[in-house]
């Protein structure tokens, strides 16, 4: 059995609107989740990405036995989450990326404190963890800081430590590197790789950073609308639709581009240029010949698109 | 246990943090407590009542101290339930209702004593007739203390199962604001409830409300003999008990239909 199997998972919430005016209610619903199907083994890393409302954060409560479902079921190693709250909670740990934990007013060792009384985590065992986030996550200098008075790149290292104090075997992140700088976001990166890889931890990630998907997941599931739309390796998602090259090149004199075939979009920043063609329709060897032609080149690199516009091409392909 | 524990003394550290707030609320309940007090006095000069001045004045002067008893809700509990932060909350291994109830155990005990402190020793200062007076006896006093512990018992209950009808509505303002007014009449602290006409008396007694500052007033002042203290006592805790259990129910039943805001 695997360590999350999920079967025909639905969830449909139901809005009553007010309507301005009356006082009659009309209720629509939307169904956040549908019918949705996927395992997922100890130790993987599953990145879960998809449009603003595809349903994902939906799926992370429901099996973090927040939301009951509608149909369906769903077993985290071997519990099912939302019948089995308590005795699942001590298994799984969450980041949800735009909330917070951890106590606004008081220092963040605090809050920590509690977390290790709520999870009834053994003292010894709780300063060994402690010790080890605190180098990990770079924590020193934040444990006696009030959670106010940190940046959000501090904060979120602070929130990630308070999820993983009782050792989750699981760990759900939602959006956790939303309005993070680079250097916070390589950092948390590095840290759930090392997490993953010490300790054998299930990572179960949402994001829209495609950047932290190929840093970090092997595997990927693509949803839109509730449903699943793709479930397999990352490679092989962009391949299909990784059909062009980006060329972007200087000439030693700083000369313009000469005439170029069909199927190219040419676009110009300063003196570099930047031509966007489709190695299928336009064979590379006869672009680089005629750009060749033109002068002495000075520099040249060969691209392909940047990751976010292949998931934006595939999100406009799948009619997202 | 301990969760519960530690989730008590990380609410009453946080309202430590407050203090600054505590003075604007002391002043300002001394100044109510002052008319309010200079406003029996008069009318008892024109008017005698058969209940004692001074029983009015301290009754008064104590619903004044723990006014924060009463009246105190968690903002940042009320946010948590409006914005979805609340999600956290039940992703750990607790009892939701425990949990909230030690939240606010703390924020009540803690407010009200930081604020019944100064207020209570500027009462006692008062003449007699407009300050507040001495304990009947020492036992009177002992058992007040004991009825007090008890009301508070009591209003976090109350508390916990107006919370419960927040997270239904989710605008919990206009609900909260009926109910409060509803519990300020009820337990006293707009007009004293031994002021009431008699026959009013023998049922608002009875209800949850009169249980919080009422009954331990009551034996403070010695309204109520030592000898009824114990059936007091047992009204109280009856209530407790009775509105732990309806809080409790509530809470199961809106969680499992509860939908967290915000994704
Ligand atoms: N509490 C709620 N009440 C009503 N509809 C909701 C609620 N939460 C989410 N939805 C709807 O369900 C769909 C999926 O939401 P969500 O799981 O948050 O998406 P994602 O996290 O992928 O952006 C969206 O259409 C959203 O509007
Ligand atoms: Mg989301």
Redesign the pocket.
């Known amino acids: 059995m695997a360590f999350i199997e999920v079967e025909n998972l639905s969830k449909t ?1 139901t ?1 009553r609107k007010k309507r301005a005016g009356h006082f009659t209610r009309e209720k629509s619903q ?1 169904k ?1 989740l549908d019918a949705m199907c996927f395992q997922v083994e100890k130790g993987e890393i599953l990145g879960y990405i ?1 449009p ?8 992370v409560k429901l099996l973090c036995g927040i939301l009951t479902p509608e149909s369906g079921s769903a077993r985290v190693n071997g519990l099912i989450p939302w019948k089995d709250r308590k005795i699942h909670a001590r298994q799984i740990g969450v980041v949800f990326g735009q909330r917070s934990q951890l106590w606004w007013d008081v220092p963040v060792i605090d809050s920590y404190q509690l977390l290790r009384d709520i999870y009834r985590v053994p003292e010894a065992q709780f300063t060994a963890r402690l010790q080890e986030l605190t180098g990990a996550l770079g924590l020193a200098e934040l444990l006696n800081t009030p959670l106010r008075l940190l940046s959000l790149g501090q904060r979120m290292r602070a929130e990630l430590g308070g999820s993983l104090l009782h050792s989750p075997k699981l760990l759900f992140l939602d959006e956790p590197t939303i309005g993070l700088d680079a250097v916070s976001k390589l950092q948390l990166r590095d840290f759930l790789l090392h997490e993953n890889q010490a300790h054998g931890t299930t990572i179960m990630l ?1 994001t829209h950073d495609m950047e932290d998907i190929s840093a970090l997941c092997r595997r990927v599931l693509v949803l839109g609308h ?1 449903k699943k739309l793709f479930d397999g390796a990352l490679p092989d998602l962009l391949a299909k639709y990784d059909t062009q090259r980006v060329i972007t090149l200087r000439y030693a004199d700083g000369r313009g581009l000469p005439e170029l075939p069909d199927h190219c979009l040419v676009s110009q920043d300063g003196q570099d240029h930047r031509i966007v063609y489709s190695p299928d329709h336009l064979p590379t060897a006869q672009l680089m010949a005629a750009l060749q032609t033109a002068g002495p080149i000075q520099e040249l690199t060969v691209q392909s698109q940047s990751i976010d516009h292949l998931i934006a091409a595939m999100y406009r392909e799948m009619d997202l | 246990m301990k969760a519960y524990l530690s989730t008590f003394v990380m609410r009453w550290k946080m309202e430590l943090q407050y203090r600054g707030a505590v003075i604007g609320g002391v002043v300002c309940q001394i100044f109510f407590g002052l008319i309010l007090v200079s406003l029996y006095g008069a009318l008892y000069r024109s008017k005698p009542q058969n209940l004692p001045l001074e029983a009015v004045a301290s009754y008064v002067w104590l619903q004044q101290a723990f006014f924060r008893m009463l009246l105190s809700t968690d903002g940042e509990l009320l946010d948590k339930i409006r914005t979805g932060g609340i999600a956290y909350e039940l992703c750990r291994p607790i009892h939701l209702y425990g949990f909230y109830y030690a939240r606010m155990l703390a924020q009540k005990l803690l407010g009200s004593l930081l604020r019944a402190a100064p207020m209570l020793a500027v009462a006692l200062l008062l003449p007699r007739g407009m300050g507040l007076m001495a304990p009947v006896s020492l036992a009177a006093l002992t058992v007040s203390v004991l009825g007090l512990l008890l009301g508070l018992l009591c209003v976090c209950a109350l508390e916990n199962i107006t919370m419960a009808l927040t997270m239904r509505t989710l605008d919990h303002r206009g609900v909260m604001a009926m109910l409060n007014l509803l519990m300020m009449f009820l337990a006293g602290n707009i007009l004293p409830l031994t002021l009431f006409p008699d026959s009013w008396q023998r049922v608002i007694t009875l209800l949850p409300y009169a249980q919080l500052l009422d009954t331990p007033i009551r034996i403070y002042t010695g309204q109520y003999a030592l000898a009824q203290a114990p059936q007091a006592l047992l009204i109280q805790l009856v209530w407790i008990i009775l509105l732990v259990a309806l809080g409790e129910w509530l809470w199961a039943r809106h969680q499992k239909r509860l ?3 915000g ?1």
Do not use: E, R, W
């Open positions: 919430y809005l939307v956040a998809g603003n409302g595809a349903g994902k954060s939906t799926t949402t509730g | 939908i967290i805001q994704g």
